[in-house]
């Protein structure tokens, strides 16, 4: 019967597996959270399956003010979907199959590459053992530095609110315990440093710092393409973002520059790595900046990290894609280096899948909910990308608004494409 069972999951698509496994994650994580002994006042069915969604996630739209809703058991299980959904539920299950039987099934290994977007001919079992450790080393130091700062702030329960919001931050969730995120504290360098890094550390990806480990222990000569790419992106996302956040928002022109730009590079990062936690009001923001946002929500973090969006690499190749159409060229490259034909159609197939996802989502928000168009799209973006920012409309949502905004985040987390294969794919024949 086993075999028979095993036989058959061998035959379903590995995008479909993800899907399934996904799936299971949630229900089990809603079920729990429907418990009496995890709610400390009367969280509704959908609030609650809203919640489990958006943790495994990691995207942090709330309905309900988390800290104060849920228990301390409820507070666990919804840090033990972030921790899941923040490395993948398949790290967890292959690290425990590596480490009792010391090898993988040729198809929990598709299915680990599917979940990851690993490259060919990469060593799994490595690539894992590095992702659990470095995972949990950011998270424990992390939590460390935030229970210190926390304690000097008069925090109470300092020690559970540190560990809480630094694996929320690695994992780029957004969750937070405060009902305001992070707005108590928008002048504390310290606290915005913290964070900031360990959602950089996340948002970057496994993978690129694998290639860095294996740089600084001499494996290697020289960082790969990919990791070389990242790097560049990612350092101007922030940079130009932060600068355009200044230029755009008039909101602080009568603060200080300290506060000035230490509140634009925060929330241009809590955007661009798709963390999700805010200092200020969004919903205060100039129109140019929220579009800004929007703009850095959708292209997101980095591919086999822990943050969402469309992910850097994807921006390259259609900025690369753009240029040698512009300049009538029959190739396209990249710092001299030409891009292959199968990742420009991939990056046009995603870029085309999300922006019709997105607009079929506000088209149907649009009809269900009373509320103007911007915020919609701002939701919708922030669901689909798993960031977890909102213009403060999330709670107030109808019922089939939250299960549209509940839909958009599991798609993001799968990844837009991983999402439609998923559906798309038949079982294979047997041979």
């Known amino acids: ?26 229900l089990v994580g809603w079920l729990v959270l429907l418990l009496p002994i995890c709610q400390n006042l009367g969280v509704s069915l959908l609030d609650n399956f809203f ?28 840090l033990l979907l972030i921790q899941a959904g923040g490395i993948g539920y398949m790290t967890f299950n292959t690290f425990i199959v590596l480490a009792t039987t010391r090898k993988l099934s040729l198809f929990r290994q598709m299915i680990t590459s599917t979940a990851f977007s690993l490259p060919r001919n990469f060593v799994i079992s490595e690539f894992i053992f ?17 229970s210190y700062l926390f304690m000097n702030n008069g ?20 969750f937070s315990l405060f009902p305001d995120s992070l707005m108590g504290f928008q002048d504390n360098l310290g606290i915005n440093l913290v964070f900031s890094t360990l959602s950089i550390l ?9 290639d860095f480990y294996k740089k600084i222990t001499g494996k290697k000569e020289y960082l790969t393409f990919t990791t070389k790419v990242i790097l560049f992106v990612t350092f101007w996302f922030l940079i130009l973002g932060s600068f355009l956040f200044l230029l755009t928002e008039n909101v602080f022109s009568e603060g200080s520059i300290y506060h000035k730009v230490i509140t634009a590079f925060f929330q241009v990062m809590t955007a661009s790595t798709t963390v999700g936690f805010n200092t200020l009001d969004i919903g205060g923001l100039s129109v140019a900046t929220i579009i800004l946002l929007i703009f850095l929500m959708v292209f997101g973090a980095s591919p086999s990290g822990t943050g969402g969006g469309l992910k850097s690499t994807t921006f390259v190749a259609l900025v690369g894609l753009v240029k040698s159409t512009l300049k009538g060229q029959n190739h396209v490259s990249f710092w001299k280096r030409e891009i292959p034909d199968k990742r420009l159609q991939l990056a046009t197939a995603i870029f085309s899948y999300y922006i019709l996802v997105m607009t079929i989502s506000v088209f149907f928000l649009v009809i269900v909910e009373s509320k103007p168009l911007l915020p919609l799209v701002f ?23 939250k299960i ?3 839909l958009l985040m599991f798609m993001g987390k799968m990844g837009i494409l991983t999402f439609g294969i998923a559906l798309a794919s038949k079982m294979k024949e047997e041979s």
């Not at 019967?1 to 949630?26: C, Q």
């Not at 590095?130 to 935030?146: D, R």
């Open 155 to 174: 925090i109470e329960n300092f020690i559970w609110y540190g560990i809480f919001h630094s694996i929320s931050a690695f994992c780029t969730a957004g």
């Open 51 to 78: 919640i489990a969604m958006s943790a495994l996630s990691t995207t942090g739209l709330t309905t309900v003010d988390v800290g104060k809703e849920y228990s301390m058991i409820g507070q666990i299980v919804i």
């Open 202 to 210: 996340g948002a970057i990806g496994f993978i690129s710092w694998l």
């Open 1 to 26: 019967m086993i075999k028979n069972a095993i036989k058959v999951f061998s035959r379903i698509h590995p995008a479909k597996m993800i899907l399934i496994g996904y799936l299971s994650h949630v």
């Open 130 to 146: 590095h992702v659990i450790i470095f995972t949990f080393v950011c998270e424990l130091i992390g939590a460390a530095v935030l």
């Open 379 to 401: 939701e919708a973006a922030s669901a689909l990308g798993t960031v977890g920012l909102s213009m403060g409309i999330t709670s107030s949502l109808t019922e089939v608004g």
């Open 404 to 406: 549209l905004i509940a």
